[in-house]
C-alpha cells in the first residue's frame, strides 16, 4: 500500500519531479538477465582460470577464500546499533559478506557458501527496517542485499528470490521514494558530499537488481539517483581534488565505482554521470596524500597514521578512464572491505608504474597542495598543506594547516577526527572540541576566546605555486579565515633541506597572534628561545625562528579561554611548539 501510495504521488506530480533519462527508458534498457551488477556471468566464469594465471588475483582471492571461511563459522547479523545512532556497521558487515562469498561460492561452487549467504540476506529480510533515520545504512544494505540477490540469482529459489525482493523494494527503495520526494530524510539528495552518491548509489544498486520484477519503484528510484548525483560529482571539478579529506575520497569513490559501473552493466550506459569535469583525475588524490611513510595528510575528520583510503575504486578508474598507473597504484596496496570486487576489475587489467608522475601537485578544487623529494622513499621530505574552505563537509577549522614528513618520521601532525558521537559534534558544539579547532592545528589563532577560533564560514586561497627542481614555493590568502585581519602564509621547500613557513599578519586592531605546530618529536629550546629541536625515531628535526620572538612549548590542549568541553579525546606524547606574538611576521625554518 505505502509503494502504491507513493508511486500515486509520483504521477500526480510528474511535471516537478521529472528527469532525464526517465524512469521508463531506464527500465527499458535493463538487462534480462543475471547477473548484471558490475560483473557479467563471463566474468565469474572465467574467475577460476584468471586466479591460476595471474599471481596478484591468486594472492587476492586467498585473502578472499580465508575471510569466506571464517564467515561460515560466525552468526548472521542481527539489528543493532552499536553506537546508538547507526545500524551502519551491521550494513557494512553485510556487504562484506554478500561480496566475498557470492565470490568464493562462483570459483568453488561449494553449497556452504551460499547457504551461509543465504542465512545473513534472510535475516537482513526480516529485519523491521534499516535505519533510514541515518539513510547510509539503509543505502549500504540496500547495496549489500542487490549485490546477494543479483550475483547469486539463479542460486536461490523462488521463494528466496521473492523474499529478498520484497525486502529490497520494501526496506530499501521504498525510504528511498520518500526521501526523494518527500524529502523524509532526505537530507543526501541535495548534499555535495558523500552521502549523495553512497544513498544514490547503494538505491541504485537494489533497484537495478529487481528492476525487471518490480519496475515502478526501481525506475523511479534510479530515475531520481540520475537527478540527483550530479550536485555531487560536479565537485570533482576541476582536477580530482575532494574537500572531505582522504578519508571520504575512499568512501564516495567506492560507491561512485559500484554506481557508474552496475548502471553500465545493467543498462548498457552510466547515463553521462561518468563525464563529469575532474573525475578522471581523481584516482591521484590517494597517490599524492600519501606521505614517504604511508600515511595521509589526515584532514577533514580523516584518520591520523593511516595511507589514504584507496581501494578497487582504483581498478575501476583505472578501466573508465584508460588510466593504467591507477591500476598499478592499488595493485600495490593492501586489501580493502570491498576487496572482492578486485577479483571483477582486476581480471587482465592493463598496469603501468604509476611513480612516474610529477613529485608536486596543486589540487586547485580542493585548495591542497602536496610536495616531496621523490617517490617511494620513506626517508624522503614530505610536505603536505591546505587552505580550502571551512564550509566543506567534514572540516575542521584548519585554513592554513601542513604536516611534514624527513628523515623516515612525520614531525608535524594532524590530530585527526574526535568521537562522533560527541554532543554536538555534527551541530552547535562542533567548534568547541579541541582537535576540530584552529588551536589544535598547524596553523595560527588570532585573538583566541571561546568561540570558533577561525571563521567557520570562511575560506583560504593558495593565490601561487610555482614547482621547480629546486623545490615548491607557495602562498596562499588566508584571510577569509580572520574577519578584519590580511593574512598571508607562505611556503618555501627545499628538495631534502628545508622548508619555510612566513606569515604576515596585518590587523586593523592590536591582535594577539598565536602560531602552532604539534609534534610527537620530543623538543628541547635553546637558552635564547630561538630554536627548537625535536628528536624522534633517532632522528632530529631543528625549528629555527628568524623573526621577532621566542618559541614556547606546551602540550597538545585548549588554551585557558578555549572551550573545556568533557568527553573529548585527550592528546598523549603530542606537543605544541608556538610562537606567541602581535601582528606582524612570524617567519620559522625547519631543516
Not at 586467498?62 to 575471510?67: C, F, K, N, T
Not at 593558495?462 to 614547482?467: L, N, Q, R
Not at 606569515?503 to 602560531?515: F, G, I, L, R
Request: hydrophobic fraction near 40%; charged fraction near 25%.
Amino acid at each position: 500500500m505505502l509503494i502504491r501510495t507513493l508511486l500515486l504521488l509520483l504521477l500526480l506530480s510528474a511535471t516537478t519531479l521529472a528527469a532525464t533519462p526517465t524512469a521508463s527508458e531506464i527500465i527499458d534498457k535493463i538487462k534480462p538477465t543475471h547477473p548484471r551488477l558490475i560483473a557479467s556471468q563471463e566474468a565469474f566464469d572465467s574467475l577460476k582460470s584468471e586466479i591460476a594465471r595471474d599471481p596478484w588475483l591468486k594472492q587476492r582471492y586467498a585473502y578472499l577464500h580465508d575471510a569466506a571461511d571464517k564467515m561460515l563459522t560466525q552468526p548472521s547479523s542481527i539489528y543493532i546499533l552499536p553506537d546508538g545512532v547507526r545500524l551502519l556497521s551491521v550494513s557494512r558487515t553485510v556487504l562484506e559478506r554478500a561480496s566475498i562469498l557470492s565470490i568464493v561460492w562462483h570459483v568453488e561452487k561449494e553449497a556452504k557458501y551460499k547457504d551461509r549467504l543465504w542465512a545473513e540476506m534472510a535475516a537482513i529480510s526480516n529485519f523491521g527496517d534499516w535505519h533510514p533515520k541515518h539513510f547510509l545504512d539503509t543505502a549500504e544494505m540496500t547495496a549489500a542485499a542487490g549485490i546477494g540477490y543479483d550475483w547469486m540469482y539463479d542460486q536461490w529459489t523462488p521463494e528466496q528470490r521473492k523474499t529478498l525482493r520484497d525486502a529490497i523494494a520494501k526496506l530499501g527503495l521504498a525510504p528511498g521514494l520518500l526521501a526523494y520526494h518527500t524529502g523524509q530524510n532526505g537530507m543526501f539528495v541535495k548534499a555535495k558530499h558523500n552521502w549523495n552518491i553512497v544513498c544514490n548509489g547503494g538505491l541504485a544498486l537494489g533497484a537495478l537488481a529487481i528492476a525487471d520484477e518490480e519496475k515502478e519503484i526501481a525506475g523511479e528510484v534510479l530515475a531520481s539517483g540520475i537527478k540527483s548525483a550530479p550536485t555531487c560529482l560536479r565537485e570533482w571539478a576541476p582536477d580530482g581534488g575532494w574537500v572531505e579529506g582522504p578519508g571520504y575520497w575512499g568512501y564516495t569513490t567506492t560507491y561512485e565505482s559500484m554506481y557508474l559501473d552496475a548502471l553500465k552493466t545493467a543498462t548498457g550506459s552510466d547515463w553521462g554521470l561518468g563525464d563529469f569535469p575532474g573525475m578522471d583525475q581523481a584516482g591521484w588524490f590517494p597517490a599524492y596524500l600519501n606521505g614517504a611513510l604511508d600515511r595521509a595528510f589526515n584532514f577533514a575528520d580523516s584518520h591520523e597514521g593511516t595511507r589514504p583510503e584507496s581501494g578497487p575504486q582504483m581498478l575501476w578508474l583505472a578501466r573508465r578512464y584508460n588510466e593504467p598507473r591507477y591500476a598499478d597504484y592499488q595493485m600495490r596496496q593492501g586489501s580493502g572491505r570491498l576487496s572482492a570486487l578486485e577479483m571483477i576489475w582486476g581480471q587482465r587489467i592493463k598496469h603501468e608504474p604509476w611513480a612516474t608522475i610529477p613529485t608536486d601537485r596543486y589540487f586547485r578544487g580542493a585548495q591542497v597542495a602536496t610536495m616531496r623529494d621523490r617517490w617511494q622513499d620513506p626517508k624522503a621530505w614530505f610536505v603536505a598543506f591546505k587552505a580550502g574552505s571551512n564550509t566543506a563537509n567534514h572540516s575542521h577549522l584548519d585554513i592554513g594547516s601542513f604536516v611534514l614528513e624527513a628523515k623516515g618520521v612525520r614531525w608535524g601532525i594532524d590530530l585527526g577526527s574526535d568521537d562522533y558521537n560527541l554532543p554536538g559534534y555534527f551541530g552547535g558544539h562542533r567548534w568547541e572540541y579541541y582537535r576540530l579547532r584552529a588551536e589544535a592545528h598547524n596553523t595560527l589563532v588570532i585573538n583566541p576566546g571561546k568561540g570558533p577560533d577561525q571563521d567557520p564560514k570562511g575560506a583560504g586561497k593558495i593565490v601561487s605555486y610555482e614547482s621547480t627542481d629546486r623545490g615548491v614555493k607557495l602562498t596562499a590568502d588566508l584571510s577569509g579565515a580572520y574577519p578584519g585581519s590580511k593574512v598571508m602564509r607562505s611556503l618555501d621547500f627545499v628538495r631534502g633541506k628545508s622548508l619555510t613557513v612566513r606569515d604576515e599578519v596585518t590587523a586593523k586592531a592590536p591582535a594577539e597572534v598565536y602560531w602552532a605546530f604539534h609534534t610527537r618529536g620530543k623538543p628541547s629550546l635553546s637558552a635564547d628561545g630561538k630554536r627548537v629541536t625535536l628528536e624522534q625515531d633517532k632522528q632530529k628535526l631543528e625549528l629555527e625562528l628568524t623573526s621577532p620572538g621566542k618559541f614556547e612549548i606546551d602540550p597538545a590542549k585548549e588554551m585557558e579561554s578555549s572551550p573545556h568541553p568533557e568527553k573529548q579525546a585527550a592528546n598523549p606524547g603530542v606537543s605544541v611548539v608556538k610562537v606567541h606574538t602581535t601582528s606582524g611576521v612570524i617567519e620559522v625554518t625547519f631543516r
